[in-house]
């Protein structure tokens, strides 16, 4: 195969299920592939199949007593008490049957990406599976169970010694990430996120700087409930040139949850399809210029799997692929398949109309008030090395 951007997925992913009533629900994976195919936007050959991580791996990141509490859950009889000690059997993370194995073949998919771009086999690739980054070193939450984005970072300078420049855009904060490496300068996390004053996990204050050697390695910037596109724009594209080209990174993964998007039902942001095509754009536009192309992307938080899931991770591809899409009506075969499962109307184009969505009332304050936060946050920027 050509060095050419790589997609890792596999049915097996929407194993890790925990009911249907759950919002994390692993079939918007489906969704996204199908749509991506009738789009023509994905061969056979860009399909890459994901792999276990072994207990080392998990090891990097996850303590062992924990990992075999995982390994117990669902397969037999466990006191609660212990269960949720490690944040397991609550409302967020059940407990289902094979929890370790369906989390270890996530965890190990990001790896495959990992190992195509640091041994040169492809630029970019991309695992939808993936951006569990709530999970702690000894205990699951928000519903994720290992990180796999931290256990990425740790092999990434276990094996290459490489400066990582981690991005997140999920509308959560990426608490588990930037803990897991909150003293090392080697590795650079940025959240971009929604004021934990009103949101799941509560932290992600821009006063969270890191640690130690790492002080000024951890960048936030909570943003203010209903923030609409242009706002998250101005901040994202103003400070995220800024810090990777002071901190000169080997490579950049990026979370791309698309839980900012105004459908959500569990985030107050809204961001239009737009931004969806915007982030990964700089990302990539980055990569090129200090990485020689090294970039992995992962999935993350999207909780309305009909309408918004399936087309942002669709242009997410796009960009990587250099197969740049305007707005377009939906395949008909795609939307007459799905449209019978899905509980709302979907959309029928890529991308949302110009004055879909109301404007939100406070908008010059919300957006002056990210602008003073974006000032905060980069006060302590690492200087160009």
């Known amino acids: 195969m050509?060095?050419?951007?790589?997609?890792?997925y596999s049915p097996d992913f929407t194993r890790y299920f925990f009911h249907k009533e759950h919002p994390f629900n692993q079939q918007r994976l489906i969704l996204t592939h199908e749509l991506m195919q009738s789009l023509a936007l994905i061969s056979p050959e860009n399909v890459l199949s994901p792999r276990y991580a072994t207990e080392e791996e998990l090891l990097l990141i996850h303590d062992q007593q924990f990992i075999q509490t995982v390994r117990r859950q669902g397969m037999e009889e466990t006191e609660l008490p212990i269960s949720a000690s490690y944040g397991l059997g609550t409302e967020d993370v059940p407990i289902f049957r094979n929890m370790h194995e369906a989390t270890s073949l996530i965890v190990g998919g990001t790896l495959?990406?990992?190992d195509e771009v640091m041994n040169a086999r492809a630029h970019h690739v991309f695992n939808p599976a993936g951006g569990l980054h709530h999970a702690f070193r000894g205990r699951a939450s928000g519903f994720c169970i290992y990180n796999d984005c931290s256990v990425a970072i740790a092999y990434i300078r276990k094996h290459w010694n490489a400066r990582v420049l981690y991005i997140d855009t999920d509308a959560h904060h990426?608490?588990?990430?930037?803990?897991a490496f909150y003293d090392d300068p080697n590795v650079l996390t940025v959240s971009l996120h929604e004021t934990g004053k009103y949101l799941f996990p509560g932290t992600g204050n821009v006063t969270e700087r890191g640690d130690g050697q790492g002080y000024g390695y951890s960048i936030n910037v909570p943003l203010d409930a209903f923030t609409e596109d242009d706002s998250f724009l101005e901040v994202y594209q103003s400070l995220i040139p800024r810090i990777a080209r002071s901190f000169q990174p080997d490579i950049i993964v990026t979370q791309n949850g698309c839980d900012a998007h105004t459908y959500d039902p569990l985030t107050h942001l809204c961001c239009s399809m737009r931004i969806y095509q915007k982030i990964p754009r700089l990302a990539h536009t980055l990569a090129h210029e200090l990485c020689e192309g090294r970039w992995v992307a992962v999935g993350?938080?999207?909780?309305?799997?009909?309408r918004v899931v399936p087309r942002?991770?669709?242009l997410l591809w796009s960009e990587m692929t250099d197969q740049p899409l305007t707005n377009r009506p939906l395949p008909e075969e795609w939307l007459s398949k799905w449209q019978n499962y899905s509980q709302v109307e979907l959309p029928t184009y890529l991308f949302d109309g110009e004055n879909q969505f109301p404007p939100i009332p406070r908008r010059k304050e919300i957006s002056e008030k990210n602008r003073l936060i974006l000032e905060k946050a980069a006060l302590h920027m690492p200087q160009k090395i």
């Open 174 to 179: 990426g608490d588990g990430v930037q803990w």
């Open 112 to 114: 495959v990406a990992v």
């Open 300 to 306: 993350g938080g999207g909780y309305d799997i009909w």
């Open 312 to 314: 942002a991770w669709t």
């Open 2 to 8: 050509s060095r050419q951007s790589r997609f890792i």
